[in-house]
């Protein structure tokens, strides 16, 4: 599976954006999907998950009520939407597959896309 994470950019305190990250490959619909960032100086850090049939998601206290992923198998895609949006959510947001039924084993990953925040 190869992904492809797009729609990083400037946003503004209280703004929105959305995520997206393609997949290469027909697996994708068996696969949890998930999100994650990572902060300048920091280490990486969960965002969420969705399983493989969008029926189930899981998020990190930080972004509950704030940010929603979503999928769309037809089209290979994930999203993660992003509203109310603060300076600390300024990272490289990563997309990653979950092959392992589940278990939290993330073996694919995209490239990342930026997100900066401003005040």
């Known amino acids: 599976v190869q992904l492809q994470a797009s729609g990083g950019g400037l946003a503004q305190a209280g703004g929105s954006l959305r995520l997206s990250c393609a997949a290469s490959g027909r697996a994708f619909s068996r696969y949890d999907m998930g999100w994650f960032r990572q902060a300048p100086g920091k280490e990486r850090e969960f965002v969420g998950v969705i399983s493989w049939s969008g029926g189930r998601t899981h998020y990190a206290d930080f972004v509950k009520g704030r940010f929603t992923i979503s999928r769309d198998n037809a089209m290979n895609t994930v999203y993660l939407q992003m509203n109310s949006l603060k300076p600390e959510d300024t990272a490289v947001y990563y997309c990653?597959?979950?092959?392992?039924?589940?278990?939290?084993?993330?073996?694919?990953w995209g490239q990342g896309t930026l997100v900066t925040v401003s005040s």
């Open positions: 990653s597959a979950d092959p392992s039924g589940g278990l939290g084993q993330y073996a694919y």
